[in-house]
């Protein structure tokens, strides 16, 4: 088919701290770095950690990731979040926890998707969705402060200094 989208490739991310947006990548969401082309300027590309797991997350700072203002920005802008499909909830949900990190949980309604939101250390929002129906209890906790608000951000840069 000519012409044809045939799904998402990657995302490219800037960043102001490639170390610690690498290692929440690595270290907290559990993914791989992957062999990236000498670009001329500092960046990773981040992987799912499964057989065949394509560059989902192309990280790069330096000077391509400033801004006009020579600033690197933050957040999404007019993406509200970018999603990516997972297995493991509740290993997931503890390994932000251990991390101090702020995250939200949600089920989409009428269906038997689950979904933890979570920040980059960038502040690119992130919906991580799983399949109900094979994650097991507990489900996820939907109470007032722990449930996701569409358009509440609760981005907590000094959340990631850890990191």
């Known amino acids: 088919m000519a012409g044809a989208l045939t799904g998402l490739f990657h995302i490219a991310i800037k960043t102001g701290d490639l170390a610690r947006t690498r290692r929440f ?3 907290v969401l ?6 990236r082309p000498e670009f001329g300027f500092p960046g990773a590309w981040i992987a799912a950690p499964v057989p065949g797991g394509g560059a989902i997350f192309h990280i790069y700072a330096g000077g ?16 509200d ?3 990516v499909a997972a297995v493991g909830f509740h290993a997931m949900r503890e390994r932000l926890r251990r991390h101090a990190l702020p995250f939200r949980e949600f089920v989409v309604p009428g269906t038997t998707i689950w ?11 992130l919906e991580i969705t799983f399949e109900g129906r094979v994650e097991g209890a507990p489900a996820p906790d939907l109470s007032p402060g722990h449930a996701y608000v569409a358009g509440d951000n609760f ?9």
């Not at 979904?115 to 929002?125: A, N, T």
């Open 81 to 83: 979040h970018v999603s």
């Open 30 to 35: 559990g993914m791989v770095e992957v062999a």
């Open 155 to 163: 981005f907590a840069a000094e959340a990631y200094a850890a990191i």
């Open 115 to 125: 979904q933890v939101f979570v920040y980059d250390p960038s502040g690119v929002q």
């Open 64 to 79: 391509p990731a400033l801004g006009r203002d020579g600033v690197v920005p933050s957040g999404t802008g007019a993406i």
């Open 25 to 27: 990548y690595l270290d």
